[in-house]
């Protein structure tokens, strides 16, 4: 999911911001136990650069399953929460998943603005273990908006203020 954010400020620029979440799974098919080092996101511009950003942390993203008032929850990569550890080792045959968050900021010419095609955004994921080992997976994100992603995870329109 892609999501324009209200806009910021940089060196006295008024900027474009966009929030980018995303489910990520990741499979160990080796024959060792592995721990994560990163997993990062590249995203194409409208000049065709690719942009790499770092994950942000969020707050467990929620959802209510229809109208049942019953609360699905989520876990966060990488992160303690609630209702997970946060831990990065996946086990040898194992999976582990959870949610990633990204925020990219732009100012300047339209070039540097967010590539949507169609309310698409082009993405590719890389994931690195601690062995160096490095993997990449093309993605597509299906612009939303922010008002869906402020429901399913409260104040991730403010989330890179805190951060600062």
């Known amino acids: 999911m892609v999501f324009s954010l209200p806009s910021g400020k940089f060196q006295e ?7 980018v979440l995303c489910y990520i799974s990741i499979i160990n ?3 060792r136990d592995v721990s994560l080092d990163y997993w990062h ?4 511009t409208v000049g065709n ?20 008032g019953q609360i699905k929850s989520w876990p966060v ?30 100012w300047g010419t339209d070039n540097w603005n967010l590539k949507l095609i169609d309310g ?7 994931i690195k273990g601690v062995f ?11 612009e939303i908006p922010l008002e869906k ?3 399913m995870v409260k104040g991730i329109d403010t989330v890179d203020q805190m951060q600062h």
């Open 77 to 106: 990569l990488g992160q303690k929460g609630l209702y997970y550890e946060g831990d990065t080792m996946v086990k040898a045959g194992s999976s582990i998943s959870g949610f990633a968050y990204y925020i990219l900021e732009f």
């Open 29 to 31: 098919k080796g024959i």
């Open 41 to 44: 996101l590249h995203i194409k």
């Open 120 to 126: 698409k955004a082009e993405g590719k994921m890389e």
């Open 132 to 142: 160096g080992k490095k993997s990449s997976v093309k993605m597509l994100f299906t």
């Open 13 to 19: 620029h008024q900027t474009r911001k966009y929030g």
């Open 49 to 68: 650069k690719w942009i790499e950003l770092n994950p942000i942390s969020i707050p467990e993203p929620q959802n209510e399953l229809g109208q049942s």
């Open 149 to 151: 992603a402020t429901k």
